[in-house]
């Protein structure tokens, strides 16, 4: 029997090395990716009941506002708390306003 001293190739070695190594690493990173994604569409979900919840809560409080700032009842709780009421429009002056003096400028040139 003859042994045959082949001369190894640095190159071949490394072929045969990554064709091993490199389905593995595809399947790990297919493992990951899909993994990262399922977390993404759960965060989405979550973000997706907080902003419905949100625009419920929104709507309430417009309507709270609406229903707080009424002229109704405004009028309702000035009347009732502070005992305000509406005048007789024959008790009502009316005080004209009169502009108040402006300074007296001092010069050479021709007061106006």
Do not use: C
Request: hydrophobic share 45%; aromatic share 8%.
């Amino acid at each position: 029997m003859r042994h045959v001293f082949r001369k190894k190739n640095p190159f071949l070695s490394l072929l045969r090395v990554m064709l091993v190594l490199l389905p593995a690493v595809l399947v790990f990173a297919i493992i990951w990716l899909r993994s990262n994604i399922v977390a993404v569409e759960y965060e989405l979900g979550q973000l997706e009941k907080q902003k419905r919840a949100l625009q419920s809560e929104r709507i309430q409080l417009v309507a709270e506002k609406a229903e707080l700032t009424s002229l109704d009842k405004i009028e309702r709780l000035a009347v009732r708390r502070f005992g305000l009421t509406y005048t007789d429009r024959k008790k009502v002056v009316f005080v004209r306003e009169t502009p108040e003096p402006a300074p007296f400028s001092a010069g050479f040139g021709e007061n106006r």
